[in-house]
């Protein structure tokens, strides 16, 4: 699996990641700021209390006959209190509660302001010069409960703007990034073959930079493949010319030549000559096939192209080729010429190295797949490793270059596509077999 991400998952997720974080570190100091407030709204109301319950408490205390009696102050109706209160003196006599105060949660002894114990807040305050001190208590966990509620208001819309900063992030990220993925879709889309510019229009201004660089490199690529071709062409002119011409004198000279001493002479430049130019021609193929023009920029039918260059072989294998087309057109972004080229090497090599008994079996199916079959002894498997290289060949009397398969498994590279040699060939116990699809590339 590749380590690379896309540009548009790796923004959309990191900014939402970081919007998130910023409203978790906005919900948090906003919890703190509320539960400090909380806590002086909290205190105020104590000490509000306190200040209002004080006066009464004093008046009831000092109106008592006895102060020993009526400790407890009445419940108008049964209720949970979150303030309670004691009144005492200051050796810390208990002269009055709140019917549901404990004076277990208050200090031991009195004192006037605030003060926590381990489970409340307390806030006292004295009257009578300090002989009647009045303490009120708040559960600690009131106020917990209090900043929880507080913070879990703050935290619930966060789970819908999540959700919804993810999808705005995303398609402001796929709005901004459009042109860029057109972009790299035109690239992706485009055959090895196809060397014409990119499309620039409207690319954010960091991005021209590289579809500049790329398109001037389509070009010096499309001049450096012109170029080629031309060498390539022009090179076969100059020459297969000369060669011609030195072959045609060469024979008429042989022809001028009855009984002359001189004449085996003249027929071993001849064949010197004429294997020349076919060894030419073969290295002008191999220029070709290595030059980078396999891939043509739009797909075209090779079935017609098979048959002809079968035709071309009829008078040299003598009825043993026996071709099997298939009834649909099967199109390929192979260079139709570099096809014949690659077609006609492994036609050479079949009727060279073949079995001349047995017959040679070419077929193309529809999936693209070529295969030429031909009869004759096994090639061993280090021997079959060894015949994609230039100029060698297999143990056989047979004359050649050895550049027939090489040219043929470089157009295969070049194309994207694998050439596969097979000995013995498939579903038979001798021969050879080379097979190659020309739909699949790599």
């Known amino acids: ?149 507080a913070g879990v208001a703050l935290l619930l819309p966060l789970f819908l703007l999540i959700p919804v900063s993810f999808l705005g992030v995303w398609w402001i990220v796929r709005f901004t990034l459009r042109q860029v993925v057109e972009f790299q879709k035109s690239i992706e889309s485009r055959g090895a073959g196809d060397l014409s510019p990119v499309a620039t229009d409207r690319l954010p201004v960091e991005f021209e930079p590289i579809a500049t660089a790329v398109n001037q490199l389509l070009e010096r690529l499309h001049r450096a493949l012109e170029s080629e071709r031309s060498f390539t062409a022009n090179s076969a002119h100059e020459l297969r010319t000369p060669l011609a011409t030195a072959l045609a004198k060469v024979q008429r000279l042989k022809g001028q030549m009855d009984g002359d001493p001189l004449k085996k002479t003249v027929i071993q430049i001849e064949d010197a000559l004429r294997s020349l130019s076919t060894l030419s021609g073969k290295l002008l193929e191999l220029a070709k096939a290595e030059g980078g023009g396999a891939i043509a920029q739009n797909p075209q039918n090779l079935v017609p192209i098979l048959e002809m260059v079968v035709k071309d072989f009829a008078s040299q294998a003598q009825g043993r080729i026996v071709l099997s087309l298939p009834d649909n057109a099967v199109d390929s972004f192979l260079d139709p010429d570099t096809f014949a080229i690659l077609v006609r090497n492994l036609i050479e090599n079949a009727i060279k190295h073949g079995d001349p008994a047995q017959l040679i079996e070419i077929s193309m199916h529809d999936n693209g797949t070529l295969k030429v079959c031909n009869g004759g002894g096994i090639v061993s498997p280090a021997q079959l490793d060894l015949l994609r290289n230039r100029f060698v060949r297999s143990t056989t009397g047979a004359s050649g270059s050895g550049l027939g398969l090489a040219i043929a498994d470089a157009i295969a590279k070049g194309a994207g596509m694998t050439l596969h040699l097979r000995s013995p060939a498939r579903e038979r116990q001798d021969g050879f077999e080379a097979e190659i699809n020309l739909r699949n590339r790599q």
């Open 1 to 149: 699996m590749s380590s690379r991400a896309s540009l548009q998952k790796s923004l959309g997720i990191g900014l939402t990641l970081g919007v998130t974080l910023l409203w978790l570190m906005g919900v948090i100091a906003s919890g703190l700021v509320a539960q400090h407030e909380m806590n002086e709204v909290f205190d105020s109301a104590l000490e509000e209390t306190a200040q209002r319950i004080l006066p009464l408490a004093v008046t009831d205390i000092l109106n008592r006959e006895n102060r020993a009696s009526n400790l407890r102050a009445p419940a108008l109706k049964e209720h949970d209190e979150y303030l309670t209160y004691l009144v005492r003196d200051g050796e810390g006599n208990l002269l009055l509660q709140s019917h549901d105060a404990n004076p277990g949660d208050f200090r031991s002894h009195p004192s006037e302001g605030f003060s926590n114990t381990p489970s409340h807040r307390i806030y006292g305050v004295s009257a009578v010069s300090e002989t009647i001190y009045l303490e009120i208590a708040e559960p600690l966990a009131h106020r917990r409960e209090a900043a929880l509620e």
